[in-house]
């Protein structure tokens, strides 16, 4: 028996077939839960956002592209998802691991790696969207600058300037917050 192939998974989707479309979520569940974990660093909001993907790319499957692949947009579905929640809701610097715990009783190196974990997520957060979404794709996801640009429908040109607008934006914030 042949394995369908992602594309004839989505045609049989289209067609009101939802166990083909449970065989989207289960090949792509780990990289769709790992692009929200990376954005929102907190494990049930990423598996909440990870569902919330797969319902939108539900709904959208008729406007999908059959001639793409399905891996990169249904991450960039997850990455818009949680850009769309972390944009929804105030940034709060508070520890993501020890909220109730005293700074003071943590070891200082660990409480120190955490405080700049925090840091960064937060100055990432803080990012245009339209940053954030390459910074995602670059970094996270190892995309190279032109599968960025293909990925976003992006001139090149866009790409580098956008990551260098980003991560110097970055850098700023990091340093104002030391």
Avoid at 34 to 52: F, I, S, T
Wanted: charged residues 30%.
């Amino acid at each position: 028996m042949n394995v369908p192939t992602d594309r004839d998974l989505i045609l049989q989707a289209r067609r009101g077939e939802a166990d083909a479309y449970g065989e989207l979520v289960m090949r792509y569940q780990t990289s769709v839960f790992n692009v929200c974990y990376r954005m929102l660093h907190e494990r049930g909001e990423a598996e909440d956002m990870a569902q919330e993907t797969f319902m939108r790319a539900y709904q959208r499957i008729h406007t999908f592209d059959i001639e793409r692949e399905f891996g990169p947009w249904i991450r960039r579905v997850a990455a818009n998802v949680c850009l769309n929640t972390i944009e929804s809701k105030k940034v709060t610097a508070e520890l993501d691991d020890d909220r109730d715990a005293d700074p003071a009783q943590l070891p200082e190196t660990v409480y120190e790696a955490r405080e700049r974990s925090e840091q960064i997520r937060v100055a990432l957060a803080s990012l245009p969207a339209h940053y954030r979404i390459v910074v995602e794709l670059r970094h996270f996801q190892e995309y190279s600058y032109d599968e960025i640009a293909a990925e976003l429908n992006i001139p090149l040109s866009d790409v580098k300037s956008h990551l260098f607008r980003a991560r110097k934006l970055l850098a700023e914030k990091l340093h104002a917050s030391h």
